[in-house]
């Protein structure tokens, strides 16, 4: 019995001189929304910082204008993000909606054409967390994704790198209904800019399940399956997230999509990691957590640093703890400290 613990002991100690690096792979980064934590969030300024901090991906939330051209932002509802209720000629265009029933009130890209939403200048979208980004306020328009695929490619040629897109399609039921389809326009566009194949550096993410669906059919090009800890997808009444991430529903997404999306509190509950890294990797899933953000707020109570929610706490350890659940990708608002704690674990 001693002898096979000190045999244990002695694997452990072996274990534990080897990098992280020699036994699996570094988890690829995907700047979310760019580098968010330091810019107003789907400005191409923020693509740019995000891709000279080094990120692998970068992560256009896509929704529609009214003309059917897709801009990067997280929601179609525009006011929390841009200056557009200083605007008095777009005062109008306030309105009431109720989208994947959320009933809400303030304007939405599908009532805007192009050339109306780009008088409009981005803002921070958490003011309070982030006072410092305010300095950024009303300086950049809203990004179309053709934009940001045209500064993908300058800033290839710049690094002499290839950098890859990661772009998510937002309420696409939604739009679809509108008659403004996410997937022509997405197809086309990834396509003219040489986008075709699973191996090119693209990951296309949705919340649905039947767009991704749609998009195998029509695409090889990579896609993920995003799931949340609570709720299911909107285009699937009575289907909940929890029941996609059976070793049933890990199988059947498979069938679909390359990898999986969970929120990081899938990953790592109170009690420790879950078992759903490996469940997802023996379905032949990879998996891409997000969202991993420096300040407090964010983060879980055992990495949070003094009472300050704004503040930011031991971020490198959780992103380091994430790391070594095994996964493949993680997003973060701020992908400079996010490689260089990475890094740290070579
Ligand atoms: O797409 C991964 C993550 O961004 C999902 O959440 O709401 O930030 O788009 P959200
Ligand atoms: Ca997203």
């Given at each position: 019995m001693i002898g096979r613990g000190l045999a244990r002991i002695g694997l452990y100690l072996l274990m534990s001189l080897i990098p992280l690096s020699a036994v699996q792979a570094e988890p690829i980064l995907i700047a979310h929304r760019g580098a968010s934590g330091e810019r107003p969030e789907h400005t191409l300024a923020a693509y740019e910082r995000a891709i000279d901090q080094g990120a692998d991906f970068i992560e256009p939330d896509l929704v529609l204008t009214k003309d059917g051209v897709l801009v990067a932002r997280h929601?179609?509802?525009?006011g929390g993000t841009t200056?557009?209720?200083?605007?008095p000629e777009f005062a109008d265009r306030k309105t009431s909606k109720t989208i994947d029933g959320v009933a809400m009130t303030g304007w939405f890209t599908?009532?805007?054409?192009l050339a109306e939403l780009r008088t409009l200048r981005a803002r921070e979208r958490l003011p309070d967390v982030?006072?410092?980004?305010?300095?950024?306020?009303?300086?950049y328009p809203i990004a179309t994704f053709e934009e940001i695929l045209k500064l993908v490619r300058a800033k290839e040629a710049e690094a002499g790198r290839r950098i890859g897109l990661y772009p998510e399609t937002k309420h696409p039921s939604y739009f679809a209904s509108l008659g403004l389809p996410h997937q022509a326009a997405l197809l086309d566009l990834l396509g003219r800019y040489g986008y075709q194949s699973e191996a090119d550096p693209v990951f296309i993410q949705s919340f649905e399940v039947g767009n991704l669906k749609a998009l195998r059919a029509a695409s090889r090009l990579r896609l993920i399956q995003l799931v949340d800890a609570e709720g299911g997808p909107?285009?699937?009444?009575?289907?909940?997230y929890a029941d996609m991430l059976t070793v049933q529903g890990l199988t059947d997404i498979a069938t679909y999509a390359d990898g999986l999306g969970p929120s990081a509190a899938l990953i790592i509950a109170p009690e420790g990691p879950t078992a759903l890294v490996g469940r997802a990797h023996d379905a032949g899933l990879q998996v891409h957590v997000w969202t991993l953000r420096m300040e407090n707020i964010f983060l879980p109570a055992q990495y949070q640093?003094?009472?300050?929610?704004?503040g930011r706490g031991d971020f490198a350890s959780w992103v380091r703890a994430i790391a070594a659940t095994g996964v493949d990708g993680v997003f973060s608002d701020f992908p400079g400290q996010a490689k260089a704690a990475l890094e740290s674990v070579r």
């Open positions: 929601e179609n509802e525009i200056d557009v209720a200083d605007h599908e009532d805007f054409t982030r006072p410092a980004n305010r300095r950024f306020d009303d300086l909107t285009d699937l009444p009575g289907t909940t640093r003094a009472d300050d929610p704004q």
